[in-house]
Every structure is written in structure tokens, then in C-alpha cells.
């Protein structure tokens, strides 16, 4: 129920983005449903929204959640044994390494790196691995910053994502479409219009995506009325260009 909750959450989140930057979006009462994920009722129509996110490979994603874990963890770790707020900044390099069975072990070498290092009041310290003692300072944590500001009241750890924006990726625009078409015949509620929002969260780099002019220019086939490619983390919003489906 809570990542149910969470998720929903997230979808209002997107579509109350697209609400923002769409002059023409309708100016009806927002509903919550299921199938579709929200209905937008007008005095003249009911528009249904199915909301879905793009991401890149699988394996990418997983290595993001699992690097999250293991800083999660090790931030818990400090916490029971320190009562002083930073904000830690871990740069990975071979997440790969990582997995459920090893997270105790390195969550506890980097409370500990943390743990050793706290900053001198509203001052940081940048650590780089010299690579001598892997021990003490892993070969797979490449760096970390730790920030000690008098005004945090809780501590903030993070892994900053690097990667590539994927500029052209019509075929996979087009693989999340076919998937999407067939939740229409699910459909509980008639609705006049509908429309389908691809997401790309844009807070990782399994989901760096920036749309070439070949893209964005592509004729996609649906039986939606109208897609939008949305990139949340930027609130940018692009209107693809639908050949509606006959029936």
C-alpha cells in the first residue's frame, strides 16, 4: 500500500507538471482512478491520462537502487553513533559490486569514513580514494564529500548521478506506446479524450533523456489522441506527433 501511495503520488506529481506548462491543458476538476490513472472532467469531456515512465536498461537502474541502499544504510549507521547533521556526497565507481549480501559490510566502511572525518563547523572535506588502503577506503567508493553547516538539523547523503542523455530513442517511445494500447480496452471509465504521458524522472542517469529534433519530429501511431514526452526533473515538456489509429 505505501509504494502504491508513492507512486500515485509521483504520477500527480508529473501530470500537475504537464497542468503547468500546457496553455491548453483543461481546466476541469483532476480525479483519481486507476484505469486510466486520472480522468480531468469538464463540462464537455472526460479526458482519461495514463501516466508511464521511460528508463534506460534495466541493469543501469538496478545499480542506481542499490548504491541508494548501501548510502542509506551507512547513513542510519552514523546516525546511531553521531548526532552531529552533514550532508555526504558519495561518487561511486563500480556500483556492479554491490549487492545485498555486501551492503552491511560497505555501509559500515563508509559510516566509518564519515564517522572519522566530520568537518570542523560550517566547513566541508573532500576525500579521494589514493587507492593504498582498500581496507579502510574501498576501491569501488572513488570520493565523497562531507558538508557540516550549523544550519542542518538532519543529515542529507546522496549519490550523484553522471551519465549520458539519450537523444534519440523513438523506437523505445514506440515499444512503451504498443505497451500502453492495449490498458485502453481496460478502461473503466468512457472517456471522450486520451492521452498518455511518457516520463523520464530525469534524477538518475537511467533516466537521462533529452529528445533529438528526430525524435521529437517522429510520427508515432496510436490510438491516443494525444502523447506527451515529459522530463520532470527539468519540467520541460514536448507534445509528440500522433497518426491516430482508426477504431
Known sequence: MVLQAAKKADEQRFVEILAEKLDAFPPGKLIDS???DFLVATPESVIGIEVTKIHHADECRQHESECRSLVDAACRLYESESTIPVEVKVHFGRCKQFNKRNRGKFARILANLVLTNIPQPDSWIDLENNWENPGFFPYEIVGLSIIRL???????WS??????????FGP???AIITTKEHAISTY????????LMIVAEGNGASTFFDPSTKTLQHSYSSSFDRIFLVEAF???VWELNVARKSG
Open 34 to 36: 486507476e484505469s486510466p
Open 150 to 156: 550549523s544550519a542542518f538539523r538532519r543529515n542529507f
Open 159 to 168: 549519490v550523484p548521478s553522471a551519465g549520458f542523455f539519450q537523444e534519440d
Open 172 to 174: 523505445k517511445i514506440e
Open 188 to 195: 473503466e471509465t468512457d472517456c471522450t479524450r486520451r492521452w
Open 234 to 236: 527539468r519540467r520541460k
